[in-house]
């Protein structure tokens, strides 16, 4: 059974580093094929993709997003994580891991959410 759990800080002031790790059990995250995506759901809002590593450490992020995101990995211990710098409160949302594979490099990564295992969602709220 494949499991994603979320993890870090609820609450943040503007201007600081938001991290966030995803600890996988049940699925090597260097599986061929298998690709490691944050998303997150603002308030009220659909939801948006912000990156990817993969079963061979190559990240991938949403244009909108790349200048803010990087996404690293512990293979050792199967967790992702996920730092998004210069947090604002337009940050503020629930942030999930998922896993979809095996898959292509060529999904749509910026549009489809058909992930074969989703975590719980973590709330990460940026206020002063």
């Known amino acids: 059974q494949v499991q994603l759990r979320e993890s870090g800080p609820g609450l943040l002031k503007p201007s600081q580093t938001l991290s966030l790790i995803c600890a996988v059990s049940g699925n090597s995250i260097t599986t061929e094929y298998h690709y490691w995506s944050w998303i997150r759901q603002a308030p009220g809002k659909g939801l948006e993709w912000i990156g990817y590593?993969?079963?061979?450490?190559?990240?991938y992020y949403n244009p909108s997003l790349k200048s803010r995101t990087s996404i690293w990995r512990d293979t050792s211990k199967d967790q992702i994580t996920l730092h998004l710098f210069s947090v604002t409160p337009e940050d503020t949302a629930v942030y999930y891991c998922?896993?979809?594979?095996?898959?292509?490099?060529?999904?749509?990564?910026?549009?489809?959410?058909?992930?074969?295992?989703w975590g719980q969602g973590t709330q990460v709220t940026v206020s002063s």
């Open positions: 590593i993969d079963y061979s450490g190559t990240t």
């Open positions: 998922a896993k979809k594979g095996p898959a292509d490099s060529d999904y749509d990564w910026l549009g489809s959410y058909d992930y074969n295992y």
